[in-house]
């Protein structure tokens, strides 16, 4: 069946735009989660759903990444007055139920995101 | 402190050899999961192995085992008989009891050459 999959692949901006990056999971999965990728690092947590509701944002840098997820599967990642340094690979993994350590994340191919 | 610790930043090895990835952990809590993922340079995340804390027996997955010594916290991920295809980054991570996030090692980078 399909992954993960995420648009667009790649995604231009100035400073200070606005911009949404969209997560389609895994047919069924009820969990999804965001990660950032800079270079040269492994990926790192940003926010958590589970169903409709953000069961974890601890991983948000600050108030302006906000996501959503309205009928409990595609997600948006929103990301206002963009900086430089918000430039990275955002990542979205998908799992069937979230919780236990069993449960395996399935990546999407991943959004570059570079601010010029 | 880093909780996952990749000491490796690169490792060559031979096609058909087999290679060793280092991966340590650091967490007080008794249950909780480790993960191996591989991303080639095309970027996607695939997951490799899984290996529980509980788990008994070495987590093994076709050429992919991981060698879980709990006493001293690691997990090496051991790939048999390399494969030009295997070049790539591998990432360790673990995922710790009441919580679902993935906390990832900064990554080994791989090259196989014939």
């Known amino acids: 069946g399909a992954g993960v999959s995420q648009t667009p692949s790649n995604k231009v901006t100035e400073k200070g735009k606005y911009v949404e990056l969209r997560c389609d999971p895994i047919?069924?999965?009820?969990?999804l989660y965001w990660y950032r990728q800079s270079l040269g690092q492994g990926p790192e947590f940003l926010i958590y759903?589970?169903?409709?509701?953000?069961?974890?944002d601890s991983g948000l840098p600050n108030d302006r990444f906000f996501a959503v997820r309205p009928e409990g599967s595609v997600s948006t990642l929103k990301i206002q007055r963009t900086e430089r340094g918000d430039s990275a690979v955002y990542l979205c993994?998908?799992?069937?139920?979230?919780?236990?350590?069993?449960?395996?994340?399935?990546f999407g191919p991943g959004t570059r995101l570079t601010v010029l | 402190a880093q909780k996952i610790t990749q000491t490796q930043p690169g490792m060559f090895v031979q096609e058909k050899e087999a290679v060793t990835l280092d991966c340590t952990y650091d967490?007080?809590?008794?249950?909780?999961?480790l993960f191996w993922y591989k991303q080639p340079s095309s970027g996607e995340m695939i997951f490799l192995i899984y290996?529980?804390?509980?788990?008994?027996q070495n987590a093994t997955e076709g050429r992919y085992s991981l060698n879980f010594q709990k006493a001293r916290k690691s997990a090496n991920l051991v790939i048999s008989a390399s494969q030009l295809g295997d070049s790539a980054m591998y990432f360790c991570?673990?995922?710790?009891?009441?919580?679902?996030?993935?906390?990832f090692g900064t990554g080994t980078r791989l090259q196989v050459f014939p």
């Open positions: 993994a998908s799992s069937s139920a979230g919780g236990p350590t069993t449960d395996t994340q399935y």
């Open positions: 047919s069924g999965h009820t969990a």
């Open positions: 759903f589970q169903g409709t509701g953000a069961a974890d």
């Open positions: 967490t007080s809590d008794q249950s909780y999961g």
């Open positions: 290996q529980g804390s509980y788990d008994e």
């Open positions: 991570a673990m995922r710790e009891r009441n919580t679902d996030k993935l906390i």
